[in-house]
């Protein structure tokens, strides 16, 4: 194969510098098309942003009207502990009613019912027909997980019927 160089100097360095212009401006062309589509990317961006900061600023305006001082995490997180840590620790009432009121059946009266929660006993009055079922309510009573020395005067005993007694009931925490 034969080369034949029949362009002078002059010229072909002339052709190779509108090749290297040409390159240059096609390179330059696709970096300010790129820098053109990110710089619109970032505005969108932006403007998106900024409509959201306002919608939250608003919201927090909103919320500061309301709340005078505002709340700190830890505070809140603290007071919920707090709070969680007395619920575990607390009795269910509602199963211990339950539980007193479950063994009256007829022939009971109920006139009161105390609990004290300091002295953990349970005082119940009330007025019963007859011995025998005042003497089933004082044993339904002690098969209950609740309660414990379940204790009414011996004169309620004697009475055979419409007695009005007093029974005294100590509550088991557990």
Known sequence: MIYLNLLPYKFRKELRLRYLYRSLFRIGFILIFFVLVISGIFYVSNKIFLNFYEVISDTNFIMSKDVKEPIKTKEVNLKIDRISGLTDKSLSWTSIISSTT?????????????????????????IADNRDVLIDLKNSLGKFEYFSEINFPIKDIFKKENIDFQLEAKIKIK
């Open 102 to 126: 479950r063994p009256f059946k007829e022939g009971i009266c109920l006139n009161s019912l105390e609990i004290d929660k300091k002295s953990q006993k349970a005082h119940i009055r009330g």
